[in-house]
């Protein structure tokens, strides 16, 4: 079974990928390596908010919620 996505540990690994590549110290070929796990790790990241995005609609949906009047019920 594949390990489920971290996305708070994906927003730093693409920190430390950018301030990385910030330094200037890359050769060429490593800038390029770093480049490409950063777009993989954006892909990631926004995969996962596309699905958390999808779970509060669900949510929000399945328990008619309106921005009307949002503490109605309290």
Do not use: F, H, R, W
């Given at each position: 079974m594949a390990k489920k996505f971290d996305f708070n540990?994906?927003?730093?690994?693409?920190?430390?990928?950018?301030?990385?590549?910030?330094?200037?110290?890359?050769?060429l070929e490593n800038s390029l390596d770093y480049f490409s796990k950063?777009?993989?790790?954006?892909?990631?990241?926004?995969s996962a908010l596309n699905e958390a995005e999808q779970k509060i609609f669900m949510l929000t949906?399945?328990?008619?919620?309106?921005?009307?009047?949002?503490?109605?019920?309290?």
């Open positions: 540990q994906g927003l730093i690994d693409l920190e430390k990928i950018v301030k990385t590549m910030e330094s200037g110290d890359l050769s950063g777009v993989a790790l954006t892909k990631l990241c926004q949906e399945q328990d008619n919620y309106t921005n009307e009047n949002p503490l109605k019920d309290l």
